[in-house]
C-alpha cells in the first residue's frame, strides 16, 4: 500500500536528507587510493550521530552489519565496508546511505572515482547520473512509475549501457521499504499513477556489460555476472504539485552578512 505523505513530512523527510546530503559530499571528498571503505562507514556514522536524533537507516536494516553500502568496480550494491577494502586507484565505488530522524528515512548514493579513472568509467558514472536526473524529472502528478523506469532506460541503453532488472527502487516513509517498486526500466504510461504526496527513492543502476547480477557468498553483494564495471545513483523525491521536490541535498550553507 502507498502512504502518501503530508507537507510537514516531506519537510521532516528533506531534514534527514540534509544531513544525508552533508554525509554523502563528506565522503566524496575522503575518497582517494589507500582509505579503506570502513573509514568511510565510521565517518559516515560518527557525522550522522553527531546531528540530535538521527541515526544511520542501514544499521541493523534486516540484519546489515553498517551504516554504508559501499560496492567496488563491478560490485552494484550492498557492498559491507571492511578495512580490507582498500580503494585502489582507477577503481569507482558506489556509496548508498540512509538516515533516520523524526520517524522518516531517507536514502541517497552516489558513485566516486578513485583517483584517475578511465574513461570508460567517466562516461559510465556522467551517463548513471544523466538517467537519475531524466528519473527524478519524470516524478510528476499523473505520470506513471513506468515514465520514471522509461526515462532512466533510454538515456541508459542509448548509451549502450545496460540497466540492472533484479534491483529496483521503492518508496519510502516511516518504513525504509515502502510501496511501490521503482523500476529503472518500463513503458511510458504504464504502472500506479504519480499522486501528490508520494515519495520515491529512484535509483538508476547501471553496467558498462551485461544488467545480469549474481550474489557473493556474503548474501549482500551485488555484483555484475560478467564483472563489468557498475554505478548506482540516488535520490529520494516527493511529487508535488509545483513538481519534482529532491528531499536528499544539502542545504546551501548559510552566507554570513
Known amino acids: 500500500m502507498v502512504t502518501l ?22 565522503l566524496r571528498a575522503m575518497v582517494r587510493p589507500g582509505i579503506s571503505t570502513e573509514d568511510l562507514d565510521a565517518e559516515a556514522e560518527a557525522f550522522i550521530r553527531s546531528h540530535k536524533g538521527a541515526r544511520p537507516s542501514f544499521k541493523g536494516l534486516y540484519g546489515f552489519p553498517k551504516t554504508l553500502c559501499t560496492s567496488i568496480d563491478d560490485e552494484i550494491v550492498h557492498g559491507i565496508p571492511s578495512p580490507k577494502r582498500v580503494l585502489k586507484e582507477g577503481s569507482v565505488v558506489s556509496i548508498d546511505c540512509g538516515v533516520f530522524l523524526d520517524g522518516l528515512h531517507a536514502d541517497s548514493a552516489i558513485t566516486v572515482p578513485v583517483g584517475a579513472v578511465d574513461a570508460e568509467a567517466r562516461r559510465l558514472l556522467d551517463v548513471t547520473e544523466r538517467c537519475l536526473q531524466a528519473g527524478l524529472a519524470a516524478a510528476v502528478v499523473g505520470n506513471h512509475i513506468g515514465d520514471i523506469g522509461h526515462a532512466v532506460q533510454t538515456i541508459a541503453e542509448g548509451a549502450g549501457f545496460g540497466v540492472v532488472r533484479e534491483l529496483v527502487g521503492h518508496g519510502i516513509g516511516t518504513r525504509f521499504h515502502e510501496d511501490p517498486q521503482i523500476p529503472n526500466h518500463g513503458s511510458p504510461k504504464r504502472g500506479q499513477r504519480l ?4 515519495t520515491l527513492a529512484i535509483e538508476p543502476m547501471i553496467t558498462v556489460g551485461s544488467p545480469e547480477t549474481r550474489t557473493l557468498p556474503d548474501k549482500w553483494t551485488v555484483v555484475t555476472q560478467d564483472g563489468s564495471l557498475a554505478a548506482h545513483f540516488e535520490h529520494t523525491v516527493a511529487v508535488t504539485e509545483q513538481g519534482p521536490r529532491v528531499l536528499t541535498l544539502a542545504k546551501p550553507a548559510a552566507v554570513a552578512s
Not at 507537507?7 to 546530503?21: S, V
Not at 499522486?195 to 508520494?198: I, R
Request: aromatic share 0%; net charge positive; hydrophobic share 45%.
Open 5 to 26: 505523505k503530508s507537507a510537514r513530512e516531506m519537510d521532516a523527510m528533506a531534514r534527514a536528507g540534509d544531513i544525508l546530503g552533508r554525509t554523502l559530499a563528506r
Open 195 to 198: 499522486q501528490v504526496g508520494m
